[in-house]
Nanobody
Framework: QVHLVESGGGLVQAGGSLRLSCAVS????????MGWYRQAPGKQRELVAV???????AYADSVKGRFTISRDNAKNTLYLQMNSLKPEDTAVYYC?????????WGQGTQVTVSS
């Protein structure tokens, strides 16, 4: 079992920055890929960024050049550095982890960007 807890969300003005963290507990050694997803009101959950076990990253076009995903395996923590935030980035952000058998989700953290 893997347990994920996100933190770092909040209210920020457009153009500002936030760093989200996702603390991993349980069978962290079994995790392969990890990622961040977001869900805005009335919209489907969408992929923001993913990172593989060797550290290969991929981003949604909407966040390329502004967001950076990283993972610290020694601290069992996933990060999302978000710069140049826009009002359309407002959403609940979820951490995801995959092992060989299933995916796991955190409870989410709210990010609100004011114009």
């Amino acid at each position: 079992q893997v347990h994920l807890v996100e933190s770092g969300g909040g209210l920020v003005q457009a153009g500002g920055s936030l760093r989200l963290s996702c603390a991993v507990s349980g069978s962290a050694f079994s995790i392969n890929g990890m990622g961040w997803y977001r869900q805005a009101p009335g919209k489907q959950r969408e992929l923001v960024a993913v990172i593989s076990s060797p550290g290969i990253t991929a981003y949604a076009d909407s966040v390329k050049g502004r967001f950076t995903i990283s993972r610290d395996n020694a601290k069992n923590t996933l990060y999302l550095q978000m710069n140049s935030l826009k009002p359309e980035d407002t959403a609940v952000y979820y951490c995801n982890a995959e092992d060989d058998s299933r995916g796991y989700w955190g409870q989410g953290t709210q990010v609100t960007v004011s114009s």
